[in-house]
């Protein structure tokens, strides 16, 4: 009898899934803070930090930075790892199951505009233009994402007090 898991798709419905469908995904997101805000990305109705999945010939520094750039304009070096986790989701557009080990650092913007010309066709259709929101703003915004909306205010504030 096949293995199954359980994935959620970033609403947080789920799906009993066979594990043989499951494709596996490192993904990596960043945090840029600057002053008194952060970075995200729009998407879904709701906010998520911008990233995404590993390309089987790049390093998790090399995702980063692709992703980063892809999704804000900007060009990022990563400064510490904040969290780790593994997470069972559904891609809903792309219509795809993911065994997903996400990583969050913490990054610095070293050059480059905010854009959304890096945006890939499955991005064009529920993302937009990268947003500034005052770390003070924050539990106003819903997460979007596979860490989950309280756990990424967490993070988001340790990160803020971290840097200081």
């Not at 840029?32 to 911008?50: H, V």
């Not at 692709?66 to 986790?85: A, C, D, I, Q, S």
Request: hydrophobic share 35%.
């Amino acid at each position: 009898m096949p293995k199954t898991v359980i994935c959620h798709d970033q609403y947080g419905k789920l799906y009993k899934v066979n594990a043989d469908k499951l494709t596996f995904r490192p993904s990596i997101y960043g945090l840029l803070i600057e002053g008194d805000k952060i970075l995200l990305s729009p998407g879904f109705g709701g906010y998520d930090f911008p990233g995404g999945g590993a390309e089987l010939h790049e390093t998790i520094e090399d995702t980063l930075k692709r992703e980063f750039w892809e999704e804000t304009g900007f060009k990022v070096k990563p400064l510490k790892l904040l969290r780790n986790h593994t997470s069972f989701f559904y891609a809903v557009i792309r219509k795809q199951y993911w065994n997903c080990l996400c990583f969050y650092f913490l990054v610095k913007r070293v050059g480059g505009k905010l854009s959304k010309t890096g945006f890939d066709e499955s991005e064009k259709k529920y993302a937009d233009l990268a947003e500034w929101i005052k770390i003070e703003e924050i539990n106003k915004i819903k997460f979007i994402n596979s860490l989950g909306d309280s756990l990424s205010k967490k993070l988001i504030k340790s990160a803020f007090y971290a840097k200081k």
